[in-house]
């Protein structure tokens, strides 16, 4: 049996990141408002020194104040209706011949795991790690996430995974579409780049990685 890490948006799914489309679905619905938007506002101008170009993906402040349960409702319904049709079918079947031969297949993303966790048991995918996000009596803060698997912190929750089902890390195989996952690609087994931005590209070519395009060839 071996250990499958499967990044989210840009590698499982295609298209916008699933926090962003999550956003639009809330702002639509009137479930984020002026308190919601001045919040992250706020957390850009507080954070930004702190987390640098990265200070919106550490920014879940859009949520504050809003009732967490309402959110988990809200996002398993969406999970599974508007981010389960994004999963690439090349993606889907990979994760089904893994499974298929026992491996112990994971999500790990970035992404809120209010949107990760439905996902995963939409596709039959017992584990995941993705951001968790402070809360407040069941409310939502304004406080960046205490756990987000982006960068370096990807393989902290990478080798806590890969501990949870039973193999190394270095055994693992990964998926992912970002250079920003690099530190966990050099890091495991087997490593394969999905639809991956040009500096992944240059860095899977380089180091004879496996890389899956994003329109997959026409059969025949």
Not at 147 to 167: N, S, T, V, W, Y
């Amino acid at each position: 049996m071996g250990c499958v890490l499967v990044d989210l948006d840009g590698t499982l799914l295609s298209g916008p990141s699933s926090e962003r489309l999550f956003i639009v679905h809330l702002v639509r619905r009137g479930s984020i408002g002026g308190r919601q938007v001045f919040a992250a506002l706020r957390f850009y101008l507080r954070y930004r020194r702190r987390f640098g170009p990265h200070v919106w993906k550490k920014n879940k402040a859009y949520l504050t104040g809003i009732d967490a349960v309402f959110i988990e409702r809200s996002a398993e319904r969406f999970a599974v209706s508007q981010l389960l049709p994004r999963v690439r079918p090349a993606m889907r079947r990979r994760v089904e011949d893994h499974r298929r031969a026992g491996d112990a297949v994971a999500l790990l993303t970035g992404a809120p795991e209010f949107l990760a966790g439905p996902l995963a048991r939409a596709l039959g995918i017992e584990q995941w790690s993705a951001a968790r996000l402070a809360l407040e009596g069941g409310w939502f803060r304004d406080s960046p996430p205490l756990a987000h698997p982006f960068g370096e912190e990807k393989g902290i929750r990478a080798e806590e995974l890969c501990g949870r089902m039973g193999c190394a890390l270095e055994d693992a195989t990964a998926y992912a579409d970002s250079v920003h996952d690099l530190p966990l690609l050099a890091r495991v087994g087997r490593a394969v780049a999905v639809a991956p931005d040009r500096a992944l590209a240059r860095a899977a070519e380089s180091r004879g990685w496996e890389i899956l395009p994003a329109v997959e060839p026409a059969a025949g």
